[in-house]
């Protein structure tokens, strides 16, 4: 089922958006905890205010977008500007539009929203004079790691853990 057979909308969130968008972030956490419970453990991640949410909101170098279907909040996309900087001697980075999350609900997996999500996160950073989408994700995470390379992201840099 695509997008078309089962229309999908997408917006900038807005403060009542609240409720819909911790709802997304606890499953987010919630199958982070499952999968990687070493890394990960459920509740660590402080429940989003609704004044965290406003102060978000009203930066102009984020943006958070929400994907709606059937009346609900099914997918999220958060994002932010980051200025081109010298993060270690030997690296430049260019002025990036980093996503910070890419969350669908189970059930809408599958219909394109991830992609669309991705599409609004291309072309802000075309708006916003970026050279680059960045990203991080869990090795774990196979569905994600598949879109994000169908999408065209390439793999930069790697972060290993080993516990002691």
């Not at 709606?68 to 999220?76: F, K, T």
């Amino acid at each position: 089922m695509t997008d078309s057979q089962r229309p999908i909308q997408y917006r900038l969130a807005t403060r009542d958006d609240h409720g819909a968008i911790v709802g997304l972030y606890y499953a987010m956490d919630q199958m982070h905890a499952e999968a990687v419970p070493n890394l990960c453990k459920p509740g660590l991640m402080p429940p989003l205010s609704q004044g965290a949410l406003d102060r978000q909101l009203a930066k102009s170098d984020q943006q958070l977008w929400v994907a709606m279907c059937e009346n609900r909040i099914v997918g999220l996309l958060n994002m932010v500007c980051e200025e081109a900087k010298e993060s270690h001697p030997f690296l430049r980075e260019p002025k990036t539009i980093h996503v910070h999350t890419v969350i669908v609900e189970q059930g809408y997996r599958h219909l394109g929203i991830g992609n669309s999500l991705l599409s609004i996160a291309e072309q802000w950073a075309k708006e916003k004079d970026a050279r680059r989408l960045g990203l991080s994700v869990f090795a774990f995470n196979e569905p994600a790691r598949k879109l994000y390379d169908r999408f065209g992201f390439q793999e930069a840099k790697f972060t290993m853990v080993k516990d002691v």
